[in-house]
Each structure stands twice: as structure tokens, then as C-alpha cells.
């Protein structure tokens, strides 16, 4: 008797190529993928506010500046604009972080009175606090998905990220179910005492689709 693991390691390693298939984004197959993902560019692809707040720069806080004349709001899908100096930008999470800025101040640190952020008080603030640095998740050309990984909802996603519609894959076989057994009648028939309903060939058939197999016959 061999385990699971090795049973499948031996089917893995003597299952024939069944070919190549293009599988579009809408078709969420779960399918082999026959190449790598690779990253169209940075990953975010600018330094990405994370809080609701105030933007603002570092060495104003460090000079002891308290109080912050609010230049602008800038939500998330707005260009990155230009944080003039002594001012702070009002960022929502998602927005691109001004330039010039280099640390979010959330409101729960403010007081907001007549056009001016105010912070609650003194508190020690870290360079690029409450920002998701540009290229900190990856750089141009990393490889996302590596040749030969499955897909699955999250690597759609990542494929998806990158401009990818169409991903090139390995042909799933075309299946056929055999079940076999002179005791055996279709699920709508009412047994005999003697006999049982065909129940494995649908409980295979769900296996398989749920795994991406969707040729079965």
C-alpha cells in the first residue's frame, strides 16, 4: 500500500501532455499555467496612502510645526500633485501620497477647525508613516505566478493586476466515468432490497469539476 502523496506523484509524473489551451480571464479556469507572470511594473506603483488623514512633511514635525494650513483634499484615482511647503494635502487611503509629503498624520491624531489640521499632540513620527512605499511589493519584471502553478481566484487576481487576459495553459483531459456493478440503479430509480443507487460516478463528477476538470462525460 502507498500513500496518497506517493499515488500522486506517480500519477504526476506519467500523465501524458494533453496539449496546450489559451483560457480567458472570464473563464476563471483552474488550469496549469505554461508560463510566468511577470510584473508590467512596480507594485504600488506610487508611494500609496494607507490612512485617512493629513499629509505632510516630516521635517515641518521635526522643526516642531504644530498646525497645518489645508491646501487641498486628494482622494484614491487622483494625479499625485505637489505639497506646498508649511501646507498639508487631506488624503483618503488609496490616494498617491503628494509629492514633497513623506509621512500621513490620521485624523484620530487631528483637530480639524476652519481650514486648518491641528495635531492632538506632540508624538514622535517615522518617514513614510501610514504610506505603502511604490515598489514595495515588487519591481517591474518580478515573477508573480512561476510557470507550472495552478490557478486559483487570488492568481487570477494577480494575472489580472497585470494586464492579463489571456494566460496560456496546459489542455485538461477529456474524462469519461465508468461505473460498474450489477447491484447499481440510477439515482431516480427506487432500489430493490438487493441493490443501491449510482451514487460515486456524481460524487467523482463534482470532485473533478470543483478541480477544474471540465470535460467529463
Known sequence: ?????????????????????????GQSSKAM??????????????NRVMMDGIAV???????GQTQFAIAGILAAGEPQGQLQSGSCVEVMTGAPLPHSADVVIPYEDLIIENGVA???????????????????????????????????????????????TILNTARSPRINIISTGDELVSVAETPLSHQIRRSNVHA??????????????
Open 118 to 164: 491641528k495635531l492632538r499632540a506632540a508624538q514622535a513620527r517615522k518617514l513614510f508613516e501610514n504610506v505603502h512605499l511604490a515598489g514595495s511589493d515588487c519591481k517591474q519584471g518580478d515573477v508573480l505566478l512561476k510557470k507550472d502553478t495552478t490557478l486559483n481566484g487570488p492568481r487570477w487576481g494577480i494575472a489580472a493586476s497585470v494586464g492579463k
Open 33 to 46: 499555467i505554461l508560463e510566468d507572470v511577470l510584473a508590467d511594473r512596480d507594485y504600488p506603483p506610487y
Open 57 to 63: 512633511s516630516l521635517s515641518a514635525i521635526s522643526a
Open 1 to 25: 500500500m502507498i500513500t496518497v502523496e506517493e499515488a500522486t506523484q506517480i500519477i504526476r509524473e506519467t500523465m501524458p501532455s494533453f496539449g496546450e489551451a489559451n483560457v480567458h480571464l
Open 204 to 217: 467523482l463528477q463534482a470532485s473533478l469539476q470543483v478541480n477544474g476538470y471540465t470535460e467529463i462525460v
